[in-house]
């Protein structure tokens, strides 16, 4: 048995004595780990009988722990689970130990994972198709008539007003004299337009990029040109007075309304929030959920005597529009268009693309009359 070993163990034999069990586990780990090294040493120079006398050696350690008396389990699993690993190294690998010689070298083998075992990134699987936040509901223009200019300015006459009316003429007298007030009413169309802006790297790097970036900016430029015309319309169009009844009725009451001057419903927007709260509008108090009789709902479009309630998010909660939407038009000097430049600004020299995505428009409430404005909360 090596010499050093053998000091190793004898001091050992004195320093556990009135040792607790956290000392006495931290010597037995310690010897344990500088035999570990002795060993290897001893079988690499040949000696071949170091086996058994390691394990013998270990016995003695354990019988001299064991009439000490420690009687903490921990430390007597350390002991147990160390010394039966090092056995199973010695049992399994001996015979490829004990064939070590100089110029051989031993092969340690562990399990593979991906985290000691892989130098790099692992191979992944792409989607090119983006992810997108998703479009509004419904867009103003898709509610509205349009109209084509060819110049910058829509111009159309608005009757304001007559003065007198028909009547049945008194014989010898003057026929009834009607007279009628127009004003000529101007929209003037802008371009609404916005830009993105970015490198060729980028463009080469990210394959997906070109099919993203047009129908992002269509749908941005779609939610400012909602929020625009949302508030053109609202301003135009005449105020609800309708401060009575629940969210059904209050419609109802605005339809009849704008028939009542002779309009053509065909369509109701309000907000997300509203159109499922009147979902769960009950059919009578008490009865529970169950729309009344003239609400409907079929094929995804909920109605009110036929007529549609449209939901968007351009409006907001608790207002409502209650239109003959043939008599609002998008006006269209030039159409939306996008175009990609590598030489605009600096882009040439800097190697940068620019996206631009624009439209010559504006909106004509041609008879604010034909559309109603309300507020669900008004009293």
């Known amino acids: 048995m090596n010499e050093e070993l053998k000091s190793a163990l004898e001091a050992l034999k004195t320093e556990i004595k009135g040792a607790n069990a956290t000392e006495a586990k931290s010597m037995i780990e310690s010897l344990e780990s500088k035999m570990a090294d002795v060993i290897a040493g001893e079988v690499k120079a040949g000696n071949e009988t170091i086996k ?184 135009a169009a005449t105020a609800s007075s309708i401060v009575t009844g629940n969210k059904i009725e209050r419609l109802i009451a605005d339809i009849a309304a704008l028939e009542g001057t002779n309009y053509d419903v065909n369509g109701v927007v309000v907000n997300v929030s509203d159109w499922w709260d009147i979902q769960v509008t009950e059919a009578s108090t008490g009865a529970g959920y169950g729309l009344p009789g003239v609400v409907t709902y079929d094929s995804g479009v909920l109605r009110i005597n036929g007529i549609p309630i449209y939901k968007a998010t351009w409006i907001p909660a608790d207002k409502y529009l209650v239109g003959d939407w043939s008599r609002v038009n998008k006006v269209v000097t030039e159409g939306l268009s996008l175009e990609f430049s590598d030489v605009e600004g600096t882009n040439f020299v800097a190697n940068n693309i620019t996206a631009r995505l624009e439209a010559q428009v504006n909106v004509a409430v041609e008879q604010p009359d034909a559309v109603i404005f309300g507020d669900f909360t008004a009293v």
């Open 52 to 235: 058994s006398e390691f394990e013998a050696e270990i016995k003695k350690v354990q019988d001299h722990a064991d009439a000490l008396d420690m009687k903490l389990q921990e430390s007597k699993k350390v002991e147990n689970s160390s010394k039966d690993e090092i056995k199973s190294i010695l049992n399994e690998n001996f015979d490829r130990i004990s064939q070590v010689r100089k110029g051989n070298a031993v092969e340690v083998k562990a399990d593979m994972t991906l985290g000691t075992s892989l130098t790099g990134d692992q191979p992944r699987d792409y989607n090119f198709n983006t992810v997108m936040d998703p479009s509004q509901k419904i867009n103003v223009s898709d509610l509205i008539g349009m109209v084509s200019i060819s110049g910058g300015t829509y111009t159309f006459p608005r009757e304001t007003g007559s003065n007198g009316g028909f009547a049945y003429q008194t014989e010898g007298a003057a026929k009834s004299q009607i007279d009628y007030t127009l004003e000529m009413v101007d929209v003037n169309t802008d371009f609404l337009a916005g830009y993105s802006r970015y490198s060729r790297k980028m463009k080469n790097n990210l394959p997906f990029l070109e099919s993203f970036l047009p129908k992002a900016l269509r749908r941005d430029y779609a939610k400012a040109e909602n929020a625009d015309f949302y508030t053109k319309i609202s301003t």
